[in-house]
């Protein structure tokens, strides 16, 4: 059993590159999220998705782009790098969008350069 | 503004005693309050969630309060252990429609 599983684990980019996060899910899980982890910031909400074809913006949106692309899926884009998205992005999902536990992947450590 | 602090960024402990985390709150009205452990390199892991309308929640060694007047939750570990050094989050969401929200987490040591 998976649970939550994020490509890649780790990844250096250049300023002003493209990347794509992928994120999956085999729990049959309605909501995702993606979240990044700074030091001294904790951890703070890109995007979310409360169903399938639906996406919101969270607390920290800019630079950012996300596709659902299906009940599984939830992808995260970086269209064009900047230093200040160095980061440890970590994917979640929850059965429904309301009061459940979410579940982590071990997140994707990205470093820009 | 809205603010969720956990009390300290580090707690060293011995093994053997209780171990107690808190979460303040500020210009929330949570309905619900969750509890993570995160390991180095790993993702959080959920331990428990309390309502509001609950006081105490209790799962083996582990024991959470929600206190709406204080604006505070405690997080408990009874009996700690080395095994249980990690990072603490609590996260809380003021209504089932709103995204959850993270403390920064508190850095818990348990020294044998």
């Known amino acids: 059993n998976a649970g939550v599983t994020q490509t890649p684990k780790f990844q250096v980019l250049k300023t002003g590159q493209s990347m794509t996060l992928q994120c999956a899910q085999d729990m049959n899980h309605n909501s995702m999220y993606w979240y990044r982890q700074d030091p001294g910031m904790g951890l703070r909400l890109i995007y979310y998705s409360a169903s399938e074809g639906t996406t919101d913006k969270g607390e920290v949106p800019n630079g950012y782009n996300v596709s659902r692309l299906n009940k599984r899926e939830f992808s995260l884009r970086l269209e064009s790098a900047a230093p200040s998205q160095t980061s440890v992005y970590f994917c979640?999902?929850?059965?429904?969008?309301?009061?459940?536990?979410?579940?982590f992947g071990d997140g994707t450590r990205l470093s820009i350069l | 503004s809205q603010k969720i602090e956990q009390n300290s960024e580090a707690l060293n402990i011995q093994e053997g005693k209780t171990a107690t985390l808190t979460c303040n709150y500020t210009n929330y009205s949570p309905a619900y309050l969750q509890w993570y452990r995160q390991d180095p390199g790993r993702g959080p892991v959920f331990l428990l969630l309390?309502?509001?309308?609950?006081k105490e929640k209790r799962k083996e060694r582990l024991k959470v309060t929600f206190d709406t007047t204080l604006k505070q939750s405690l997080f408990h570990i009874t009996a700690s252990q080395p095994a249980d050094s990690a990072t603490y989050l609590c996260a809380l969401s003021s209504s089932g429609n709103t995204p959850l929200v993270f403390g920064k987490g508190t850095r818990l040591s348990v020294i044998a």
């Open positions: 979640a999902s929850t059965l429904d969008y309301e009061n459940q536990p979410q579940h």
């Open positions: 309390i309502r509001e309308n609950e």
